[in-house]
């Protein structure tokens, strides 16, 4: 909900250069109106159209208890994949059973944590995993629901960072069939696991729906083979997220139906052809639902102009709120927030303020001209942004504003000096 007025940024109705005064800067600034529309249209082209389906939102992409809270509100489901999200939840009352746990290695004390609150499903993502849960709930003499992520053996269109879905990943379990078969039967006859189904999450930012569709044919193949082989029908498949967003011009973003819809009509297809119910389809959308609704504001310090080569303008952040172009060369948008009007006159270099030539978030943008003490806006950093921020060069980790229709609510008070050294001591030896 990006506007302007007179001269000045507004975003979801609230003056930008007034929140940066009022709270200080680096800023995530989200717009709940934005957050809301994105659930929105997840109900209504998913959840609304198709029944039995669910969304879990991918908490990673942004972990906090009010985002919880909207989460909850807006009917969605929650994907948390640490003990520290799942924790997050708890504290944000967020219903059991509505919760999934995804993970490549998952600690015994988060899956006793999982077991204990009683979350909906965990998706086994590791060869000794089932072991784990197996110990955990006999212990606690329980049984949950799991499903297995598959590495589909898929390529896809992204920064090779953030792609997961190709043999050669750290994520899933194998689909040699030594490997995958025996995880099935050891799933359909354990006595503290109820086996649901599949998972495949393929990869992240993706403008193309091809490798979501062939990981597809790969989990309908198991669904198949669980049916011949083991008269045992699979109940639910996790097609996962990935679903891609707006960062600049390079970004062609589709629409949510043109990944859901050949994705439902394949499997309602399927499972006619061989004559089971259709299982429920769950999808894991993180970056789509919160990254276009964040803004980041920062102050600008130090200018530098090397003539002729290149003009850096610094700002009172970097990649330690935001370290998604140093480390995927990831490109974003931005703009002077006091001065939308004027004419983009100067090409800069938006760098941070860590010690590292690479603390770069835009390189070669045409800007107003910048002046110290201006404010600096960057779109689209809801996700990844906030739930990477680091704090290198002992940087404290900036606040977090709500701001919904001109009203403005804290959400994640900023980091203090004496919050970062609190865990620290000094040994006697020391003093
Ligand atoms: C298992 C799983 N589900 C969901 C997501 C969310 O992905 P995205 O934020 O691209 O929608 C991820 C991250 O890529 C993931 O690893
Ligand atoms: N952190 C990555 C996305 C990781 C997705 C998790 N599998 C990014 O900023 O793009």
Redesign the pocket.
């Known amino acids: 909900m990006i506007g302007k007025k007179n001269n000045t940024l507004y975003i979801d109705g609230c003056n930008a250069v007034k929140l940066a005064q009022e709270y200080g800067t680096p800023l995530y600034v989200y717009s709940e109106s934005d957050i809301v529309g994105k659930c929105r249209e997840i109900r209504e082209c998913f959840l609304n159209k198709y029944p039995n389906t669910r969304a879990a939102y ?1 908490s ?2 942004f972990s906090s208890l009010a985002m919880y809270k909207i989460i909850e509100r807006e009917g969605l489901c929650l ?1 948390v994949v640490s003990g520290g999200e799942l924790y997050t939840a708890i504290k944000a009352n967020f219903p059991a059973e509505k919760i999934e746990f ?1 993970g490549n290695n998952k600690l015994f004390s988060e899956i006793e944590l999982a077991v204990d609150y009683g979350i909906g499903r965990i998706i086994v993502d590791g060869l000794n995993e089932l072991d784990l849960i197996e110990q955990v709930c006999k212990r606690k003499k329980k049984k949950i629901n799991i499903l297995y992520r598959i590495t589909p053996e898929v390529e896809s269109d992204s920064h090779d960072y ?1 792609v ?1 879905g190709k043999k050669d990943s750290k994520f899933g379990i194998p689909l040699d069939e030594d490997v995958i078969s025996y995880h099935i039967e050891k799933a359909i006859q354990s006595e503290y696991v109820n086996f649901l189904g599949f998972h495949f ?1 393929v990869g ?2 993706l403008h193309d729906n091809t490798s979501h569709l062939a990981a597809l044919e790969t989990s309908l193949k198991l669904v198949e083979q669980c049916k011949k082989q083991y008269n045992y029908t699979i109940k639910e498949l996790n097609v ?4 891609g967003i707006r960062y600049n011009d390079e970004d062609h973003k589709k629409p949510y139906p043109y990944f859901l819809e050949p994705i439902m009509a394949r499997i309602e297809e399927f499972s006619q052809q061989i004559g089971i119910e259709r299982p429920a389809v769950v999808i ?5 639902i919160v990254g276009e609704a964040g803004t980041t504001l920062h102050t600008i310090g130090s200018i530098k102009n090397i003539k002729g080569i290149r003009k850096y303008v610094s700002i009172d952040g970097g990649m330690t709120d935001n370290i998604r172009p140093a480390l995927y060369q990831a490109k974003y948008e931005g703009i002077m927030a006091n001065k939308m009007g004027d004419s983009k006159t100067e090409k800069v270099t938006i760098c941070g303020k860590c010690c590292e030539s690479g603390d770069i978030l835009i390189k070669d943008i045409n800007i107003a001209h910048p002046e110290p003490g201006d404010i600096f806006a960057i779109f689209s950093t809801g ?1 990844y942004g906030y739930s990477m921020a680091s704090n290198y060069n002992k940087n404290n980790i900036p606040a977090v504003v709500l701001v919904n229709k001109g009203k403005d609510y804290l959400i994640v008070k900023r980091q203090t000096y004496d919050d970062m050294i609190r865990n620290e001591l000094i040994p006697d030896s020391l003093k």
């Open positions: 991918a990673k992409a994907d995804n953030i997961t999450h992240s930012q996962g997220g990935g679903f894991e959308p993180g970056r789509s996700a």
